[in-house]
T-cell receptor, first 114, second 112 residues
Framework: GAGVSQTPSNKVTEKGKYVELRCDPI?????LYWYRQSLGQGPEFLIY????????DSGLPNDRFFAVRPEGSVSTLKIQRTERGDSAVYLC????????????FGPGTRLTVL | EDQVTQSPEALRLQEGESSSLNCSYT??????LFWYRQDPGKGPEFLFT???AGEEKEKERLKATLTKKESFLHITAPKPEDSATYLC?????????????FGKGTKLSVKP
């Protein structure tokens, strides 16, 4: 079956621009997660959705970052006024349920802010 | 503060040379410990979930074990295709039900 998919695989933008990153979870998975991974580091949690609502957004670094999951399936991570420090790989994961259930990751979107 | 520390940062083995990777964790309460494999340019690939001390899981040449303070990933007779970064993550009991806390990983290289 299909795994988690993310688009685009690579995104290059200029400082100050707006970007959207998309995640398609595994069909039937109710929980969806966004992480950010810098070179040589483990993934860092950003936000977690249970269904359509954000259950925990404590990892979002500031108000330039926002994510939605309007129909409880596909999610979009939105970054306004991008900064060079936002450059990283953005990973999406999904799980059947939450609370200790295994999270399955997508291939990631590599964001480069020039 | 909940945290995960992995050691060593990098490990070079000859094909067939068995070894272990360590993951030490500090959490208020452990909901689950997860091992992932990550190849360059790819997302983490799930290997194992462990929930309680004493639990062990095996898959091919890999075996994961768990105590109250740490987990080990044992690699028996590794092959070059086992070369990757191995990530350990924990989910804490008291906080968010979604947040995985990752270590920095151990980069394993297996030479033929």
């Amino acid at each position: 079956g299909a795994g988690v998919s993310q688009t685009p695989s690579n995104k290059v933008t200029e400082k100050g621009k707006y970007v959207e990153l998309r995640c398609d979870p595994i069909s039937g998975h109710t929980a969806l997660y966004w992480y950010r991974q810098s070179l040589g580091q483990g993934p860092e949690f950003l936000i977690y959705f249970q269904g359509t609502g954000a259950a925990d957004d404590s990892g979002l670094p500031n108000d330039r970052f926002f994510a939605v999951r309007p129909e409880g399936s596909v999610s979009t991570l939105k970054i306004q006024r991008t900064e060079r420090g936002d450059s990283a790989v953005y990973l999406c994961a999904s799980s059947l349920f939450s609370g200790g259930d295994t999270q399955y990751f997508g291939p990631g979107t590599r964001l480069t802010v020039l | 503060e909940d945290q995960v520390t992995q050691s060593p940062e990098a490990l070079r083995l000859q094909e067939g040379e068995s070894s272990s990777l360590n993951c030490s964790y500090t959490v208020s309460g452990l909901r689950g410990l997860f091992w992932y494999r990550q190849d360059p340019g790819k997302g983490p690939e799930f290997l194992f979930t462990l929930y309680s001390a004493g639990e062990e899981k095996e898959k091919e040449r890999l075996k994961a074990t768990l105590t109250k303070k740490e987990s080990f990933l044992h690699i028996t007779a590794p092959k070059p295709e086992d070369s990757a970064t191995y990530l350990c993550a924990v989910q804490a009991d008291g906080g968010s039900q979604g947040n995985l806390i990752f270590g920095k990983g151990t980069k394993l290289s297996v030479k033929p």
